[in-house]
């Protein structure tokens, strides 16, 4: 039993919560930022002028569908699934928590794959749930026997798998989710809010009787970051489970809305994706020509890059001179590493310059 408090004394949080740092990006006011992996294109007017439109025509003052039966079923057509294998949230981070939520907790393990995406062991704390960090092999894959090991020592309830890997932009073969699957008696959770941009996807090997559950998310190349819409395709019976755990009308009707007038804009969603894996693929061919940096492969809209010397200074250096990229450098496993996202040609320009004088400026 817990002692009595005096009057006014305020109610401590959760001891375990007492470690935590809460999942940040410094948004600084420069004239270039390449930090937060977001599109750097606004959505096409026509898709506004529609998207309003049809929000006008809405009973605001009622709750939303708090199944999103309209957006799901029309999600389902664009991926080729049934709506009963889709779950949509306020972002993929929602799609994650809910999964942990009903999955994870107290007793309960997560596996992930050190380097990756900060919020997996974040949310998986969050919720009680012990998260068991592997490491990834120097060219930032997952060793499948060294996975087989972590499965069979700790027996997690979820392993993640990020695909694209955030930060390394590192794209998983097949083989690796299959021995995970193999391996595991609990849910793969890959992990592909940059999937549009990789050579390979995981999506249409999810089975209705299987363990294996996609997260992705409309933040990237539909251009509705604001707007927070993030999915899961699961077998029906996750789907069930994080239904019961979900908030009640989770998800606002402007962004159920948004979320299936912008599947009638494929074209311009594809083109953008080309665009920027054209200009991915410019910004690492020239970051290899600059003395002292190293780009690592990615299937993403971002570019992980390691400095020779001291990446924190070099940081600094660049939002001095108007750009923000992520400083990764303090992260498990990537020292003296900055990542960029891929901007417009004329933001990776900028960006290009501003690190030529500024590795040179350090160096010096």
Not at 64 to 83: C, I
Not at 348 to 357: G, K
Request: with cysteine.
């Amino acid at each position: 039993m817990s002692e009595p408090r005096e009057p006014g004394e305020p109610v401590a949080p959760r001891d375990d919560l007492g470690a935590l740092e809460g999942y940040h990006s410094p948004q600084l006011d420069v004239s270039v930022r390449l930090n937060t992996n977001e599109s750097p294109y606004p959505p096409p007017p026509e898709f506004v002028d529609r998207w309003l439109a049809a929000l006008s025509d809405t009973e605001l003052n009622r709750y939303p569908d708090r199944s999103a039966s309209e957006l799901r079923v029309a999600l389902g057509a664009h991926l080729g699934q049934p709506s009963e294998r889709l779950f949509c949230a306020n972002g993929s981070n929602e799609v994650l928590q809910t999964l942990l939520l009903a999955y994870g907790g107290h007793g309960r393990r997560a596996l992930v794959f050190e380097p990756t995406y900060a919020l997996h062991s974040h949310i998986a704390r969050i919720t009680g749930t012990e998260v068991v960090a592997g490491e990834r092999q120097a060219d930032f894959t997952i060793s499948i026997e060294g996975a087989r090991e972590l499965v069979a020592e700790h027996d997690p309830v979820v392993v993640f798998a990020c695909s694209p890997n955030n930060p390394t932009g590192t794209v998983e073969d097949a083989d690796t989710i299959d021995a995970l699957l193999t391996a595991t008696k609990g849910l793969v959770v890959v992990d592909e809010a940059y999937g549009e941009f990789a050579p390979r996807r995981t999506l249409d090997r999810v089975r209705d009787d299987g363990r294996l559950v996609v997260v992705c998310t409309y933040s990237k190349v539909w251009s509705m970051a604001a707007l927070r819409l993030g999915f899961a395709v699961a077998p029906p019976w996750v789907v069930e489970r994080l239904e019961q755990v979900v908030l009640p009308y989770h998800l606002p009707l402007a962004t159920q809305i948004a979320g299936r007038v912008a599947l009638d804009f494929r074209a311009e969603m594809h083109d953008r994706v080309e665009r920027l894996v054209r200009e991915r693929e410019r910004v690492a061919a020239a970051l290899a020509t600059v003395d002292g940096v190293t780009a690592f492969p990615s299937g993403a809209n971002f570019v992980l890059f390691r400095v020779l010397g001291d990446a924190r200074a070099v940081w600094k250096r660049l939002v001095a001179r108007g750009v923000l990229v992520r400083d990764c450098s303090g992260w498990p496993r990537l020292a003296g590493c900055l990542r960029v996202t891929v901007g417009t040609p004329d933001e990776n320009d900028a960006f290009l310059a501003a690190l030529r004088e500024s590795v040179t400026e350090v160096a010096a």
